[in-house]
């Protein structure tokens, strides 16, 4: 059926028309001419007292009254004048893009007289586009462009006149040109300068990529300084390897000057629905904002997508980021035994998560339960790290981010 260079150029029509509703055929058509340039395709070319050829015959015929002889004199400028007069236009005799707008659009398919040389693409969701010697599909075939390639030359009538390449002098089929795709900068990197956040002896995991998935390198030791470049919004370039932007305080070198001391602004809200329902000391309700660590709030959201997807719920939340104050409470009621000294736990860096305690409604998160042993053995994927040993009188459910 694609035989015949009429019906070659109708199907391809239909082709296009037919993918954009999403009901394409099995074999994507070949595409040629027969259709009529989009306006994309076609650059408004300004004429005045002067000029001459088929576009003022044009001009002059949408006019009226003249003789369409091609050239642009004293009557034509009159007759445009008073066009423009009555269509609330400048009328200063000049026909651009308003006037030619005016006139019923500038005319594409006969300008002949645009010489703009642009660089357009040759669409996707065709197989090729026929480079011919002449503009029409009457002119025989010399070469197949493939979706993609680049041309770049001057568009007339429907037609791209090649102007440069090996196929200078040829032509393709305009309306099956598009505009090259703007590629955007590439995102600043950033220099980073900082310590390893994590407190209380906890490492900082060191990866071969910039990713969860990579492989561990080894670890950071709490408070050492390193430096790199920022790749992404959550990983860092240093030597030797990656490491996660929630692991480095970047303010001081002092973690106890920062730690429990961070302005809720600098963090993160945890997703509401991860909430613990229960109400517990001091003051947590259902409703309570729980805030973390950025990074380690991304990590969270992956985590607790993978959770969800296993157990039909999220991973219930007690909380994350403490401040100075609710440490104090803790230590003052639990004791060292217990409760970090205000300004040394992970919880006051936003870089740990306590998940559900029983509270008298779960053993979930229990040593045994579905939800601790799971996060044992899966939240490594997503940065998380039990520091303690199962079964030992450390929190079943307290999870550090570690990176
Ligand atoms: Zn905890």
Not at 164 to 169: F, L, N, V
């Given at each position: ?68 002889d091609?050239v ?66 009457g ?16 568009i ?7 102007t ?13 040109l ?31 990529g ?117 440490q ?76």
């Amino acid at each position: 059926m694609f035989n015949s260079i009429a019906s070659k150029g109708a199907i391809a029509v239909l082709g296009l028309v037919s993918m954009a509703g999403g009901v394409a055929a099995g074999v994507a058509p070949h595409a040629d001419a027969a259709v009529s340039p989009s306006a994309a395709s076609c650059t408004v070319v300004t004429i005045h007292k002067g000029s001459t050829g088929a576009l003022v015959k044009t001009l002059q015929s949408r006019l009226g009254g003249l003789g369409a002889d091609g050239v642009f004199g004293n009557q034509t400028l009159a007759k445009v004048k008073a066009f423009q007069k009555s269509h609330h236009l400048a009328a200063d005799g000049v026909v651009g893009p308003k006037t030619w707008a005016a006139l019923g659009g500038f005319p594409c398919s006969n300008g002949g007289s645009n010489t703009t040389v642009v660089t357009k693409q040759v669409a996707s969701g065709i197989d090729f586009l026929s480079v011919r010697t002449g503009p029409g599909t009457g002119y025989a075939r010399v070469a197949k462009l493939s979706p993609g390639t680049k041309v770049t030359g001057i568009i007339n009538g429907g037609w791209m006149k090649i102007t440069s390449g090996g196929y200078a002098g040829k032509y393709v089929a305009a309306s099956y040109l598009i505009d090259v795709p703007k590629v955007g900068p590439k995102p600043p990197t950033s220099n980073v300068h900082g310590w390893i956040a994590t407190t209380g002896g906890i490492t900082a995991t060191v990866r071969s990529g910039p990713g969860f998935n990579y492989g561990v390198l080894g670890h950071k030791a709490s408070g050492a300084a390193v430096s790199g470049t920022q790749v992404n919004a959550d990983w860092v370039k240093i030597a030797g390897g990656y490491i996660n932007r929630g692991e480095i305080e970047t303010t001081s070198s002092s973690l106890t000057r920062v730690n429990a001391q961070i302005p809720v602004s600098q963090l993160c809200a945890v997703n509401g629905a991860y909430n613990s329902p229960n109400s517990f000391a001091p003051g947590y309700t259902v409703n309570t904002t729980r805030y973390i660590n950025c990074s380690a709030g991304r990590a969270l959201d992956s985590l607790q997508a993978a959770y969800k997807a296993k157990f039909g719920h999220y991973a219930n939340i007690d909380l994350a980021y403490r401040d100075w104050a609710e440490q104090q409470y803790w230590y003052d009621k639990l004791g060292p035994a217990q409760a970090n000294k205000p300004g040394s736990s992970n919880h006051g860096m936003g870089l740990a998560v306590d998940f559900q305690e029983w509270h008298g409604h779960t053993t979930e998160f229990d040593w045994g339960g579905v939800g601790s042993n799971w996060l044992r053995a899966n939240g490594g994927k997503y940065g998380f790290t039990q520091p303690y040993a199962y079964g030992t009188t450390g929190e079943s459910y307290h999870f550090n981010f570690t990176g």
